[in-house]
């Protein structure tokens, strides 16, 4: 069974350029995760979707991020514009009704 | 939100030894797992222990709910078990709070 699927594992942009990255959950996962990982700290959670529905946003910040999971499978998140300080990791995850969540192996963003 | 908290911030150990990694949380949980970050940055599930005692392998873990913390044990630790080792909790299912993490260093 494959696991979480994300692209471009490495993404280098210059500040104020736009970015945009694609997860693909494990085959039949209703529940999809966007989290950002800074250096030397555990994942935090921008955006939750069960299926289509985005059912918890209170961390994304809005004004320049934005996510989209249409037809409930695929999800892309995007920043716009990028600012030196959103360099991290992102990593998407899937789980089954909200249970255990796998983890895909991210995306390294620098933005210079 | 839940506070998690996790110790030692950093442990190195020498093959073969044994070590204890503590996760302390703030609230009542019915979710928590333990994970492995591995060096190229890789999560893994390691356990799903909201209470209770489970083996799998070197590792185990073993979660006091009622005194709100949980122990990841690492036995006859090898340089693959190196990494960092997070702690995530959550009151429902779907919401999970990860604390900052034990980086683990194994040393041949």
């Known amino acids: 069974e494959a696991g979480v699927v994300q692209s471009p594992r490495y993404k280098i942009i210059e500040k104020k350029q736009p970015v945009a990255f694609w997860c693909n959950p494990i085959?039949?996962?209703?529940?999809l995760y966007w989290y950002l990982q800074n250096l030397g700290q555990g994942p935090e959670l921008l955006i939750r979707?069960?299926?289509?529905?985005?059912?918890?946003d209170s961390q994304l910040p809005k004004d320049r991020f934005s996510a989209e999971r249409l037809k409930g499978v695929d999800s892309t998140l995007k920043i716009q514009p990028a600012e030196l300080g959103d360099s991290a990791v992102y990593l998407c995850?899937?789980?089954?009704?909200?249970?255990?969540?796998?983890f895909g192996p991210g995306t390294r963003l620098t933005v210079l | 939100g839940i506070q998690v908290e996790q110790s030692p911030p950093d442990l190195i150990l020498q093959e073969g030894a044994n070590s204890t990694l503590r996760c302390n949380f703030s609230?009542?949980?019915?979710?928590l797992q333990w994970f492995h970050q591995n060096p190229w940055g890789q999560l893994i599930n390691l356990f799903y222990?909201?209470?209770g005692t489970k083996q799998n392998g070197r590792l185990s873990a073993t979660t006091v709910a009622t005194e709100r913390y949980s122990l990841l044990y690492i036995s006859s630790s090898q340089t693959t078990d190196s990494g960092v080792y997070f702690c995530?909790?959550?009151?429902?299912?779907?919401?999970?709070?990860f604390g900052a993490g034990t980086q683990v260093v194994v040393t041949p």
């Open positions: 222990i909201p209470s």
């Open positions: 979707y069960e299926n289509e529905e985005a059912v918890d």
């Open positions: 085959s039949g996962h209703n529940t």
């Open positions: 995530a909790v959550g009151a429902s299912w779907g919401k999970l709070q």
């Open positions: 609230d009542s949980v019915n979710n």
């Open positions: 995850a899937s789980s089954l009704e909200g249970g255990l969540q796998f």
